[in-house]
T-cell receptor
């Protein structure tokens, strides 16, 4: 079974530029999560999707961050314009809707904003 | 809101010895799940072990086991017969009714030869 795929793995941009990250969850997983992990901290949830609907985006900085999950499968997370403090690893995870709902994580995208 | 606390930023253990990583959490929910994940330098979170709050029996996965104390809201991870490859960052995480994970700040474990 293929795992959660993310791209790109690394991205370096200058502040005020825009960037987009892509995630492909495990096949059949209805729930998809985007987490932000700043160096030295645990991941923090940005947004949670169930199929193609948003369940929780209360911690998403909506003035600069946006995310979508068209057709309930792949998802993109966009930052526009980026700030220095957005430098972090962006982790995507997915889980089944039922059962213990263990979240399986992708390899992450490491973003550096200069 | 739930909180997860890992009070040990760093720990070390001699190879083949046993080490325990501590985790406490705060919640008003009665049904929830607790997890330990490890994170290598590649940054991918890998599940180590999972505990359902309604189960009194502590979860075990080979050399990894937990000590789950629901009343004390404590969830420690014990690693027996430590291997050099166990040198990783370990995160404790809570999942309640909202399904999202709340993570602690992590413990960097170093296994010494």
């Amino acid at each position: 079974e293929a795992g959660v795929a993310q791209s790109p793995r690394y991205k370096i941009i200058e502040k005020r530029q825009s960037v987009a990250f892509w995630c492909n969850p495990i096949s059949g997983h209805a729930t998809l999560y985007w987490y932000q992990q700043i160096l030295g901290q645990g991941p923090k949830l940005l947004i949670q999707f169930q199929n193609n609907g948003v369940v929780d985006d209360s911690q998403l900085p909506k003035d600069r961050f946006s995310a979508e999950r068209l057709k309930g499968v792949d998802s993109t997370l966009k930052i526009q314009p980026a700030k220095l403090e957005d430098s972090a690893v962006y982790l995507c995870a997915s889980s089944l809707l039922a059962g213990e709902e263990t979240q399986y994580f992708g390899p992450g995208t490491r973003l550096l904003v200069l | 809101a739930q909180t997860v606390t890992q009070s040990q930023p760093e720990m070390s253990v001699q190879e083949a010895e046993t080490v325990t990583l501590s985790c406490t959490y705060d919640t008003s929910e009665s049904n929830y799940y607790l997890f330990w994940y490890k994170q290598p330098p590649s940054r991918q979170m890998i599940l180590v072990i999972r505990q359902e709050a309604y189960k009194q029996q502590n979860a075990t996965e080979n050399r990894f086991s937990v000590n789950f104390q629901k009343a004390a809201k404590s969830f420690s991870l014990k690693i027996s017969d430590s291997h050099l490859g166990d040198t990783e960052m370990y995160f404790c995480a809570f999942r309640g009714s909202a399904r999202q994970l709340t993570f602690g700040s992590g413990t960097q474990l170093t296994v010494l030869p």
